[in-house]
C-alpha cells in the first residue's frame, strides 16, 4: 500500500496519560500536515512541516501537543497529560510539494479520552 | 463569521437522483477548492480539484466555482448508494496557505 499510513487506527487512554501516534506519508511527498477531527466537523489544521521544518501550527495545538518529523520522513504527534476534550480523529495527510494543493489523507487515528 | 459555510444535512435521495452540495466562502483570496468524500471511520479522498472560477466535470461529478458569489458546489449525476457518505469542500489560497473545510454534507442515498 503506497498511501498514507497512521499507528494506531484506536487509542482509548484514560485522562492524564501521554499518548503518540505515528503518520508514513507517501514516499516523496515533501509537505506533511496533522488535522483534527471532531464528530459532525470538518477537519481542523493542527501544523504542518515541510520536509524536517514544521513551518506553522494552529493556536489549536496547545503547550500540551508537539509533533515531530525527523529526517523528513515520518512524523509524530504527542499529546501529554491528555483531557476529554483531546477525543477526536487524528488525521495525517501529505502532498508532494509547495505549489501543489492536493492533500491525500490517511485513515486517522481515533483518540478517546476516558 | 466562519471561513467556510457548509449545510451539515443530512441529505437523503434515491437512488438516481442528481444532488448538489454547496458551500460559501468568506474569504476572496481563496483560488483552489476541492470536494473530498468521507466514508465512516476513514480519511477524506480527494473527490475533485478547481482552480480559481469554471466548471469540471469527472463522470458523474461535476464541480463548479463561482468566485463573485463566492459560491462553490458538486453534483451528482445518477447517485448511486455507493455515494452514500459525508462530503467536504475544501478551500485553500495555495502556496503555503492551509486547508480549510466546511463542517461535511452527510449523503444518503437510498436503494
Known amino acids: 500500500d503506497t498511501g498514507v499510513s497512521q499507528d494506531p487506527r484506536h487509542k482509548i487512554t484514560k485522562r492524564g496519560q501521554n499518548v503518540t501516534f505515528r503518520c508514513d506519508p507517501i514516499?516523496?511527498?515533501?509537505?506533511l500536515y496533522w488535522y483534527r477531527q471532531t464528530l459532525g466537523q470538518g477537519p481542523e489544521f493542527l501544523t504542518y512541516?515541510?520536509?524536517?521544518?514544521?513551518?506553522?501550527k494552529s493556536r489549536l495545538l496547545s503547550d500540551r501537543f508537539s509533533a515531530e518529523r525527523p529526517k523528513g520522513s515520518f512524523s509524530t504527534l504527542e499529546i501529554q497529560r491528555t483531557e476529554q476534550g483531546d477525543s477526536a480523529m487524528y488525521l495525517c495527510?501529505?502532498?508532494?510539494?509547495?505549489?501543489?494543493?492536493?492533500?491525500?489523507f490517511g485513515s486517522g487515528t481515533q483518540l478517546s479520552v476516558l | 463569521q466562519k471561513e467556510v459555510e457548509q449545510d451539515p444535512g443530512p441529505l437523503s435521495v434515491p437512488e438516481g437522483a442528481i444532488v448538489s452540495l454547496n458551500c460559501t466562502y468568506s474569504n476572496s483570496a481563496f483560488q483552489y477548492f476541492m470536494w473530498y468524500r468521507q466514508y465512516s471511520r476513514k480519511g477524506p479522498e480527494l473527490l475533485m480539484y478547481?482552480?480559481?472560477?469554471g466548471n469540471k466535470e469527472d463522470g458523474r461529478f461535476t464541480a463548479q466555482v463561482d468566485k463573485s458569489s463566492k459560491y462553490i458546489s458538486l453534483f451528482i449525476r445518477d447517485s448511486q448508494p455507493s455515494d452514500s457518505a459525508t462530503y467536504l469542500c475544501a478551500v485553500t489560497q495555495g502556496g503555503s496557505e492551509k486547508l480549510v473545510f466546511g463542517k461535511g454534507t452527510k449523503l444518503t442515498v437510498n436503494p
Open positions: 478547481t482552480y480559481s472560477s
Open positions: 512541516f515541510q520536509n524536517e521544518a514544521q513551518l506553522e
Open positions: 495527510a501529505s502532498t508532494p510539494g509547495i505549489m501543489d494543493e492536493k492533500l491525500f
Open positions: 514516499s516523496e511527498h515533501n509537505r
